[in-house]
């Protein structure tokens, strides 16, 4: 069965070429606003879940891989800042605090219609950080499309206290952990 990655994240496509299967990417074009009342963990599933479906429409015979991460402080959502000022804002507001990141992954078996899906969340606390140290990080990395505005993967790893979770990948925006499960429940095995 083809093997298709719902998203045009780099990170994403970075973090499933360690599995070494063969695999396409189609970047799905989705509205990723909230929904009114919507959780933020309801929000980064249901997109999950609603990418894949998109891609199944045009490629039926597919197991399609849907992603979406979504970053809550005080149970409020963190989007990608987009600007150098939101990213400035948004580290502000972290710093010295913890952030659950909410990384959903789906697998959508377009044939069949099998969808399975899972919310995993990471931890992540902040250092307290001076705004002089906020304006050297974003000026050398410049994570205006990461949720949260750092990348722990980058320099990003230099504004983190500590993380907790089941799997460090999720972080980064796709849960292999979960990933490799879904697979062998669709008959696919990486090894």
């Not at 063969?22 to 963990?41: A, C, G, H, M």
């Not at 377009?110 to 250092?127: D, H, K, L, P």
Request: include cysteine; aromatic fraction near 4%; charge should be negative.
């Amino acid at each position: 069965m083809q093997l298709i990655l719902a998203s045009s994240s780099i990170y994403r496509r970075e973090l499933l070429e360690r599995l070494q299967l063969p695999f396409e990417v189609v970047s799905p074009d989705v509205d990723e606003t909230p929904l009114p009342e919507e959780k933020p963990e309801q929000t980064a599933l249901r997109l999950a879940q609603l990418k894949a479906r998109k891609i199944g429409e045009s490629h039926a015979d597919a197991l399609i891989i849907g992603c979406d991460q979504v970053a809550t402080l005080d149970g409020q959502q963190l989007g990608k800042p987009l600007t150098h000022d939101n990213a400035v804002k948004q580290l502000r507001l972290m710093r010295g605090r913890s952030v659950a990141f909410h990384s959903a992954l789906c697998l959508f078996n377009a044939a069949s219609g099998n969808m399975q899906a899972e919310n995993v969340i990471y931890e992540v606390r902040f250092r307290d950080l001076s705004d002089t140290q906020i304006e050297n990080y974003l000026l050398k990395e410049q994570p205006y499309h990461c949720a949260g505005s750092a990348k722990s993967e980058g320099l990003g790893i230099a504004l983190i206290e500590w993380m907790r979770g089941d799997d460090p990948n999720a972080l980064i925006g796709l849960p292999l952990i979960a990933l490799i499960g879904m697979l062998r429940n669709e008959g696919v095995s990486v090894i």
